[in-house]
């Protein structure tokens, strides 16, 4: 079966009009996928032939180019779930790219993964290859890629069914891992920050807390460690600790993170680091890092403002990995995708400064700034 919104540019009936009703989320065991507004311009659903699992892309805007996101495999409780969770970042795509300056519209895919025991083997290949089908039959709309639960291996099996994909491994004539892109963008962030807050850009001395070190957080606490950070740094996973070590950085139990006193604070685990239990204790003068949607709720950004706490819009800050996998498209010039990443300080730099002039949130600013640039490409239509 699929179930096909067309393209509607009409308002929808209500900026909190939920297209589907809450349930169990990607990140975070338990926590709620918030209501989402219905303003896409495509959502499809098929149940694969071969896994009998539903495969969902959701395509929000092609104002500005083909809609890129990656595609997230997960368990949810129900498909309905899946499906607002793919709305929900669809939505979000639209907006990183064009705050980007990129052409590029917003997408995201998902696959609903059996309960139980991880999908390997025929099973997995399965899903992957019927997600596959479905990409290839948006022409072109949907370019996939790599997110929460895929690996580069599994691009290879989805490019068997369609040429829409990105963020190929290196050895497959890709760009391989995108992660060193987006802590790039995210140290020229921090210095966007700085200069805002400090008066000075330089990173040189600056107390920096990281929390998560993975792929993008490790590659970000390397960075800011040669540009002489006095840096601290957290993980669950207390394997990581290596890293700290080798780095000679101070290693937080994790909790102890969020609210260490610092000049940044650096969210680089998984969505919803702040939330409105966490946010008064808060110690930092700067949040900057790289997680998607750190703020439980988008209306933090004002409680953080009250604070005198400067948050970066996530979006804006982790655009290097988008940009990265962008380029692949064009192939590949790695220089142009540095400049490019390094790029992420003159667009902050843009969005600090219309904040100031207009007396907004920096995340009101962000969303002004690629609002303007949708509605100049004629996609006035596009998310509240
Ligand atoms: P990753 O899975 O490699 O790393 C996440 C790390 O966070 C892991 O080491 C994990 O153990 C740790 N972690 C989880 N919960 C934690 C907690 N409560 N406290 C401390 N550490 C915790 O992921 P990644 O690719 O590094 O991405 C990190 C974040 O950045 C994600 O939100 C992702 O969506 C976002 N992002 C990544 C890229 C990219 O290029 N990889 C681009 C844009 C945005």
């Known amino acids: 079966m699929s179930v096909i919104a067309t393209r509607d540019r009409r308002p ?15 990140e975070g065991a338990g926590a709620a996928i918030p209501p989402v507004p219905f303003d896409h311009e495509e959502l499809v659903i098929k149940r694969g032939r071969r896994s009998g699992r539903h495969v969902i892309v959701a395509v ?11 595609v997230r495999l997960w368990r949810y409780a129900a498909p309905t779930d899946g499906a607002r969770d793919a709305l929900r970042l669809a939505r979000g795509m639209t907006f990183k790219a064009a705050a980007a300056g990129l052409d590029l519209g917003g997408g995201k895919g998902v696959i609903c ?3 139980g025991a991880a999908t390997d083997g025929t099973q997995r290949r399965d899903m992957l290859l019927d997600f596959g089908d479905l990409v290839d039959s948006l022409g072109g709309r949907y370019i996939t890629a790599e997110d929460v639960g895929i690996s580069p291996s599994d691009l290879v099996v989805i490019r068997e069914r369609t040429e829409h994909v ?7 004539g890709g760009s391989g891992d995108p992660s060193p892109s987006t802590a790039l963008g995210v140290e020229a962030a ?3 920050c700085a200069r805002e807050r400090f008066g000075s850009s330089r990173l040189a001395g600056r107390r920096v ?4 070190l993975g792929h993008v957080g490790s590659n970000l606490a390397r960075r800011l460690s040669l540009a002489g950070a006095e840096l601290r740094v957290s993980d669950i996973d207390r394997e990581r600790r290596s890293v700290a070590d080798a780095l000679g950085a101070e290693w937080i139990a994790p909790g102890d993170d969020l609210v260490a006193e610092c000049d940044f604070l650096a969210p680089c685990a998984l969505g919803g680091a702040i939330d409105a239990s966490n946010l008064p204790l808060l110690r930092c003068e700067i949040v900057c890092g790289c997680a998607n949607n750190q703020l439980a709720d988008e209306a933090l ?14 979006f804006v800050v982790n655009a290097g990995g988008l940009i990265h996998v962008h380029m692949e498209i064009r192939g590949y010039p790695e220089e142009q995708a540095r400049r490019l990443a390094l790029g992420t300080e003159d667009n902050l730099d843009r969005v600090l400064a219309a904040a100031r002039d207009r007396s907004i949130t920096p995340l009101e600013a962000a969303r002004e700034l690629a609002r303007e ?10 998310a509240a």
């Open 190 to 192: 921090m210095r966007a």
């Open 12 to 26: 929808p009936a209500s900026t909190n009009g939920s297209a589907l009703a809450p349930g169990a989320a990607s």
């Open 373 to 382: 640039r949708l509605e100049a490409a004629g996609g006035a239509r596009a």
């Open 60 to 70: 929000h805007s092609t104002t500005l180019g083909p809609a890129l996101g990656g």
């Open 209 to 212: 807390v990281v929390s998560g």
């Open 166 to 172: 990105t963020g190929m491994p290196a050895d497959r």
């Open 301 to 314: 950004a004002g409680d953080l403002a009250e604070r005198g706490i400067l948050y970066a819009p996530d």
């Open 113 to 115: 993964a059996p309960a």
